[in-house]
DNA sequence: TATGAATGAGGCTTCATTCAT
DNA sequence: AATGAATGAAGCCTCATTCAT
């Protein structure tokens, strides 16, 4: 009946991805306003032209959509890491170019999410996968002597949380260059104090 | 004819502190297992032997079950951060017994909140007071020039944001001597690197 | 111990007596307020400086209470309305002197029910033996040939829909006289034009 | 390959009014026996096949379906008085043919609402729009002197009282006819008496 | 695939009432 | 008799999810 059913799929395949990006705006304006604890997916739905039983053609549960939500951040932020990273030649052109990729994509990112109650943690696998690509670097940075030897894990807990505390800072407002130079000497001079693991 | 109504009143405000510890221990258990956000006082309760009812003679929702959490926490912290602090000659132990003292009291209530989903920051009004505590202290320090002056908002979020994410190591098992006295060469290092504001 | 037990009994009894009105007292107002129907036993033991408990020394339900209400209009609007009654010579006087001293009752009474979304019916048994005992003096009367014979059963309802009606103008500030004439004026007339049963 | 969506919307539509029905009726049943106040949501749903959620979809609360229940009375009663009271050329027959239209429907209504403890007051704003429209019609009349001129607030409130008086009577098995021929004498022979205002 | 009504579990909370003191 | 905390049934309502169309 159809000459080209192959446009008409693309077609079809076109509003898919529609719905889909639909519902992910949807919900990225919903849990920044409510938060993920007290949003529901009827919340969502209701910011959407969509029928309530749509959702569930894309995405099983709440959860799995915050789920899609973080990892599209993180899919946008680990290629400008890498980048930033894959550039340095020194310890500290290794943190402040890390530091200044990250704190300026949350900068761009701010309206997105006013993280009201609950803090919108980045910590879904795709995120920190994001992070263990950073302690790889880390790690070849050390065996180059970028970085001075130190417990990884406690390393790794620390930027995190310098990252992610600096972040809500940025998020309110802060200029997030004189942020990153900040963290980038809290590091610079803190690693070559630090006790050898 | 009876003459002892104060000790049945004793009885009594026994019975009622002891519902009340019953309650705040099922919601410390609930919350570290479900985390705040899809724990329902009904959890709590059932967690409990007492009557759906009763949970409302002494709180008003799941909120102030949480907060009153929180405080207890903050209200056990805060002294002998105070006290640690008291004692300090030197940034170095000014630091190092103030990470010493938080982390070894995580460590002693490591068992209560296994802290999955949703982590159980610490940020309620009773313990940033904490905070703002040690900021006044920071500064006295700096005055005192046991440390280098900094931005006081970021040096207190890098502080936070070390401190929680580290809580989080000494949690999952790390030991919390090893933990504080990485903190404290990390800031220790790092203090005297940073720009001045 | 007590030389005068019996002085102790009669002390108590006021204070029982005293406990029973306070209650009652807080039931009428409450019962004015939200009427019967949203007004819970909570909420007149709250308007009360007595405990929970007490209530049901005094009353089995919020029902009995507004019973006890009821029959305390009742008790109080019968004797007036007999000797209104006792005192009629006429037709018209018959009837005046019964709504004049009815509707100067609801005039007096007037603050206590402001009567919100659910009128307060005054028909306990009490009251309404109160209509049963106006009832037989309709029927003495029409005996009497002071009123005209006619339906009995749509006779007391008609008058009973009349006054209580007209009760609620009276509430709201009418003049209880002019009601009370035009009621009589009302009947005076439409009496005479009634079919015979 | 479908061609009939109308069709299936047909069907939908169908069944949602039916449902709306099936919750109407039982609700008409429930406040019936237990009265407004005592009849819960829980009593209407479980007169029902449906789920508790489904009431939601319908009406928000109990005083909705109960709102909704008397305006589908005075939507029904409305045109009948209207009617009735056009045709009139006297006083009598204005009285007459409105007593009757009102009787007459509620004893075809009788069954429906067996009005236990709470009567079942027909006053919603639908029902008193309903009333002043016999207001001005009355209104009317007296200017036409079909009816004597009298104050108009107790004339109205008269006419309600015995209206719902007189249709408990016909409720519980009155003849509507003899009833509102009664009262029809009664108002014939007592406006004629009534006070000018 | 999209729709949106139906479902019923389950959340929160209040209530009447009991009962130890 | 008075107290007021404890009780748990029951109210109201929202939610995620299913499923007929």
Redesign the interface.
Known sequence: MDARPSFAAGRRELTKAQNRETILAAARVVFGQLG??SATVRDIIRATPLASGTFYNYFKSKEEVYQALRDEQALAVRPRLRQARSAATSAEGFLKSSFRAFFQFVAENRGGTPAPA??F?LDSPEVLAGFVELRKDEEAAMTRSLLPAA?P??LS??L???????A??VKEG?NPDV?A???T???????????KP
């Open positions: 993920f604890a609950q803090r943690r417990n894990a406690l807990a620390v995190i949380g310098v990252a992610f505390e600096l809500e800072q802060a942020v130079d900040f963290a000497a809290l590091f610079l001079g803190g690693l070559k104090a630090l006790p």
